[in-house]
C-alpha cells in the first residue's frame, strides 16, 4: 500500500512540476504563435528605472510568464493565471 502511496505521490509531483495546461481570466490559454496548448510556468520582474537607479529591484512587480512547450514562445500576463491540468 506504500509503494503504490509513492508511486502516486511521484507522478503528481512530476505532473506539476512539468508543463500543463492554464487559465486567466477564465479563459484556457493557447499560444498565439502555433496554437499549442502546454506551458512552463515562471515569474519575471517588472523592473522600473528609479529602483533600479536605488538598487531597489526587489521592490518591483513581478509577473508571471507561460513559455509554449512546443514552440518557446513567451506569454506575459499581469494578473493571477491558473493551472487547470
Known amino acids: 500500500m506504500a509503494k503504490g502511496f509513492v508511486k502516486l505521490f511521484a ?3 512530476k505532473k506539476s512540476f512539468g508543463p500543463g ?3 486567466a481570466n477564465g479563459i484556457e490559454v493557447t499560444c498565439v504563435h502555433c496554437q499549442h496548448d502546454q506551458f512552463e510556468h515562471g515569474y519575471a520582474q517588472l523592473n522600473t528605472a528609479l529602483a533600479t537607479l536605488f538598487n531597489l529591484d526587489f521592490a518591483n512587480r513581478s509577473a508571471t510568464i507561460l513559455t509554449c512547450h512546443r514552440c518557446g514562445y513567451v506569454h ?5 493565471v491558473s493551472r487547470i491540468d
Do not use: A, L
Open 21 to 23: 495546461q492554464y487559465q
Open 76 to 80: 506575459w500576463f499581469n494578473k493571477k
Open 11 to 13: 507522478k503528481n509531483i
